[in-house]
């Protein structure tokens, strides 16, 4: 009896396998069948209805990601002329038999029957040394008024983050020139960092800082959602024909289309892995990460996702980490990623901030306060924080960073009474020597925009400024006792 039931035991497994392949086949058919009926460039639909900045179309069977033209015929409502191009918009959701679009640019007033013409599948990004000491815009196309760019290349504007098994560990420090930040928060190539602070503080004047100063081979520059007149002032003051001349900068303004402006953060981070594939060392600057999510937010929100959290979209969230997980090492090269975070009042209310906080590798926080007194850069160094800093920082250094940051901690817990006029010498010997090296510790943190301090003197700068702080401490125990 034992044999006759393994023997039906078997036979219903058989059974259960046939099925489970036959219904696996047929799915693969049925996904080639889809992916044999999706339209070839040059087929064409027409706009069924319009909402805000979105349209649907039909009659045209394309995939997300997709680059249709809408318009283009001179028709009414297409925001042509005769004879005139008309606008390109990209697929952000399929339906059924429908899809939906929002525009790559201005011009956008399609009218149900606008005819549509799909342009392209999914998109190219130019990729080259023809890029450097280039401005371009989230597609690729130059916007600096130097004539065409020669020396680059067409690749897929999508690709893949490393691997969490290929990414090789972060060994080697990225000299920044700034030395707050090449000491408190480390860098190590491949890693990814968040500026968190309010606008206006001073971001985009120390990411032109950690441009010009770096050791990185080059820069790539996403100016996210900013007005062109900061555009303009961020080219020509903060980051200089000097920076200029070793940078890749994105643009798309706060007036551009939504897409644009997301487009933008992505194609910086196409840019920069082509750098890296080619076994180079690139810095990947997104400034700024929150403006890259309020445009998701209105892509989202236009394609009928719910709101989750203050009228973000989930798929705002997704696309953070998206964007971040491209940043990293591999065995040839490195894109490290540092990304500015807009915080109004406390991030913790902020959602972007705080999403934002548990996927990068640490933060640096610029403070109001320290820029209202000329501090520059702002950099609160006693917030501010790297993971794995360690990693990239020297022994002896580190024992330097921690004698420091214990001095600038027993500065901040008595200001509030020296604030009030209440605090009295000799009562806090560690205080005491802490306050009598504040000018040294100012004259290390603060710093010019246009000066960039090398590793070397950096460190070496670190280690006399620490055994200031141990004499100092000694010289107050004396007088106490």
Do not use: N
């Amino acid at each position: 009896m034992d044999f006759i039931a393994q023997d039906i035991a078997a036979q219903i497994m058989m059974m259960e396998t046939r099925a489970l392949r036959t219904m696996t086949a047929r799915g693969f058919d049925r996904r080639l069948a889809e992916a044999a009926s999706l339209a070839e460039p040059g087929a064409r639909g027409a706009v069924v209805a319009t909402q805000g900045p979105r349209a649907v179309i039909g009659g045209l069977p394309v995939a997300v990601g997709d680059v249709v033209t809408v318009g283009g015929t001179g028709g009414a409502g297409t925001g042509t002329g005769p004879g005139r191009a008309g606008v390109e918009a990209e697929v952000v959701a399929v339906h059924r038999t429908e899809a939906t679009v929002m525009p790559l640019a201005d011009g956008w007033a399609p009218a149900a029957g606008t005819p549509v013409t799909l342009a392209h599948r999914g998109g190219e990004v130019p990729v080259g040394d023809g890029l450097i000491g280039r401005v371009i815009d989230a597609l690729g196309r130059p916007i600096d008024g130097k004539g065409p760019i020669t020396g680059t290349r067409l690749v897929p504007a999508h690709h893949a983050a490393p691997h969490a098994l290929d990414r090789a560990p972060v060994t080697e420090q990225l000299g920044t020139g700034v030395r707050a930040v090449d000491t408190f928060t480390a860098l190590g190539r491949g890693q990814r960092i968040g500026l968190f602070a309010d606008s206006g503080v001073g971001t985009s004047s120390l990411l032109s800082m950690i441009a010009r100063g770096t050791d990185a081979e080059v820069s790539v520059i996403a100016l996210v959602g900013e007005c062109g007149r900061d555009v303009r002032g961020f080219l020509e003051d903060d980051l200089g024909p000097e920076g200029l001349a070793r940078s890749v900068v994105v643009v798309a303004t706060g007036d551009e289309p939504a897409m644009m402006r997301r487009k933008a953060a992505f194609t910086a981070a196409r840019i920069a892995e082509q750098f890296r594939d080619e076994g180079r060392h690139a810095v990947l600057m997104v400034d700024s990460l929150t403006r890259v999510a309020m445009a998701q937010r209105e892509i989202g929100l236009s394609a009928g996702e719910p709101p989750v959290t203050l009228d973000y979209p989930l798929s705002a969230f997704s696309l953070l980490a998206q964007l971040i997980e491209r940043a990293g090492v591999d065995r040839a090269g490195s894109v490290t990623g540092i990304y500015t975070v807009l915080m109004d009042g406390d991030d913790r209310e902020d959602p972007v901030a705080y999403a934002a906080r548990a996927i990068l590798d640490g933060q640096l926080v610029l403070e109001r306060r320290l820029a209202a007194a000329g501090h520059v850069p702002p950099i609160d160094v006693l917030a501010s924080f790297l993971r794995c800093a360690w990693v990239v920082t020297d022994p002896v250094d580190t024992a330097a960073i921690t004698a420091v940051r214990r001095a600038m901690a027993e500065q901040r817990e008595v200001q509030d009474l020296i604030d009030d006029g209440a605090y009295v010498p000799g009562t806090c010997p560690r205080a005491d020597a802490a306050l009598a090296a504040r000018p040294h510790l100012d004259a290390f943190l603060c710093q010019d925009v246009d000066d960039s301090t090398a590793p070397t003197e950096t460190w070496s700068r670190l280690r006399g400024l620490a055994r200031l702080l141990a004499a100092e401490d000694a010289d107050a125990e004396g007088k106490a006792a």
